[in-house]
């Protein structure tokens, strides 16, 4: 009976660590394929679970850095939400391919026009961008609503030395290096350091004398 009880005991405290540990691993993200550093025409998504149940995430707001700032943002609208876009004046502005631009997009709110994102569900957010900056990662503030009036900041970054997430990280997508377009074209035996064999005449081997010699070994087997 003793070991029945301890046996329930055991797996409700196994439980509760469950629910209080299952939240850790339902953070905002930030997630993109093509996004290289100072790099062109890229989509970025951000993934926003809800982990607050019975709660339904209603806004998301999503705060994009000035002083490492993207050209050419664009938010894409998705169904039972709308999207609202504010920019403010860059104090450097970015110099394009197109010309110099002096604003930047700076926050992107959705809001829920429905029920929003249910328990135990995510939603996917995504944004076009013209040109990204030149380096090596770039972090996002992330302000999540909930129905019940909850609002969860996805802002804390990792101090500078620690191996320790922050209970509530900021999403941060890294950029990879730009693909080195002047390279060239290598061959395989170049490649891989194999020597290059060029095929060459044998001194005083023709054509005519492989001929000759082929006829010869015929009328030697004919006599034979």
Do not use: C
Request: charged share 15%; glycine share 8%; no cysteine.
């Amino acid at each position: 009976m003793r070991i029945t009880r301890l046996a329930a005991v055991l797996t409700g405290t196994a439980a509760s660590l469950l629910l209080l540990a299952s939240p850790a691993f339902a953070h905002v993200t930030v997630h993109s394929a093509e996004a290289t550093s100072g790099g062109h025409d890229a989509e970025i998504t951000f993934r926003v679970p809800n982990e607050r149940a019975p709660a339904s995430t209603t806004k998301v707001e999503v705060h994009l850095p000035t002083d490492k700032p993207f050209a050419g943002v664009f938010a894409a609208p998705k169904a039972g939400w709308k999207v609202v876009v504010s920019s403010v004046k860059l104090t450097t502005p970015i110099v394009t391919d197109d010309g110099t631009i002096d604003t930047a997009v700076s926050t992107i709110i959705w809001t829920a026009t429905g029920a929003g994102t249910g328990p135990g569900q995510y939603d996917d957010f995504d944004i076009a961008v013209g040109q990204l900056p030149k380096t090596e990662s770039v972090t996002f503030k992330v302000l999540q609503s909930y129905s019940d009036g909850t609002v969860v900041r996805w802002i804390e970054e990792k101090a500078p030395g620690s191996t320790q997430d922050p209970e509530h990280p900021a999403p941060r997508l890294s950029l990879t290096a730009p693909l080195d377009s002047g390279a060239g074209t290598t061959s395989t035996a170049e490649s891989s350091g194999a020597p290059k064999v060029t095929a060459q005449a044998v001194p005083g081997l023709t054509t005519k004398a492989a001929d000759d010699s082929a006829a010869m070994r015929l009328a030697v087997a004919g006599l034979g």
